[in-house]
């Protein structure tokens, strides 16, 4: 017989398995939204899951995509909570989860311990970052460290839209937030 | 949305903050399809998004957000005239957004530091604000120190919304701010932004008689009640409906 904590911590893992519904490649454990699982009684459990974005509409596929998990899993009753406190940030994905956002060609965040956009000024025609003030995104394909800002803001909320000087691809950057 | 938060929630200041982002998430939806670039497209429509999420948790503190959102009356909205105000040019919606998201991002900041309702919302939201914020900047730099004709629609357009700025700063019930302080950090921030655009700051009043007490008493101009219909119709319509 498994005791409260040790299906505490497998419900934790299998919620924490599910994929994001907008980057399949990173799990809900490894994007860092999924914040507790409390268990009451045997078969009752509450999740607590954080939004990337305030306005991110993901929140609600994860949620069910949760519930459909833990009550395959035997669970009876099922309920997500969304929390704010304390705000996500994308220093919350994990390393891991960088590294599967490289590959799957989208530049990951950089580690940051302050709040807020990353510093630009105003190239003539484009955006470009501070000089050397801070790490530079580099390109997911190339790995090239010269890229330009094409859009601060790109098919989802949590991305900028950037190109790489030396490759020419355009690519999406998960950015800091 | 459900949103953790203390028990006694200000309804008027829940309103309030909850209607400028509703509202102002609605006018910008509305350059959906119209934008200059398919960039601003997608940016325009992710401010939007951020704003509506922000309305769901500061309206869903107050009460039903479906209800409040799409069944109340022109009178019951408590947001600002500022956000009311239609799109006009891209300059002016970009005016809109400097005046707003400075506004925005100096209380929320202030809000998330303190441990009132609000705190949660405002620590999450300040992030994505500073973004808006950030956008907002770089454009009014862009379109002020361009063209001869991009200067003058943005000087235009400064022009014409700062008589909606005064009202930010007046006090709204259960709103624990101090706005003379953060009105001052609005001029300083907005001044900076206006005088490195080769802009200068608009002379006319900030507020004034004829704004009656304004968007935070229910008082709205005229563009408003068209939006609300066009926002409000499909629900009114089929109440109830889903897909």
Redesign the interface.
Known sequence: MVTATALEAELLELAGSVPDPELPVLTLRELGVLRAVHLHGTDAVEVDLT?T?????A?EAMSSDIERVLRAHGMREVTV?????????TDDITSEGRDKLREFGIAPPRVRHD???VT?T?GPTR?QDEGSATEPVRCPHCGSAGTEL????????CKA?RRCLDCREPFDHF?E? | ????GPATVPVTAALALGDDALVLSHRLGEWAGHAPVL??E??L???A??????A??LLSLAGDEDELAYLREERAFRNLQLVEQPNGDFAHTIARQLYFSTYQQLLYAELAAGTGPF???A??????V??HR??AE?WT??LGDGTETSHERMRLACDALWRFTGEMFQPVEGLDAGLPALEARWLESVTDVLGRAGLTVPEGPRTGAWSAGAGRQGLHTEPFGRMLAEMQHLHRSHPGASW
């Open positions: 939004p974005y305030t306005g991110c509409p929140i909570r969304t929390v704010l406190t304390p705000a996500w940030s709040s807020g956009p630009l105003l955006t094409l859009s601060r803001f790109s098919s989802t909320a839209l950015k937030l | 949305m459900t949103a953790t960039e601003e997608v940016a429509a992710n401010i998004l951020d704003l509506l999420g922000q769901r948790v705190a949660p919302l620590a999450k939201a300040v992030k994505e500073a973004y950030d956008h770089l730099l862009r």
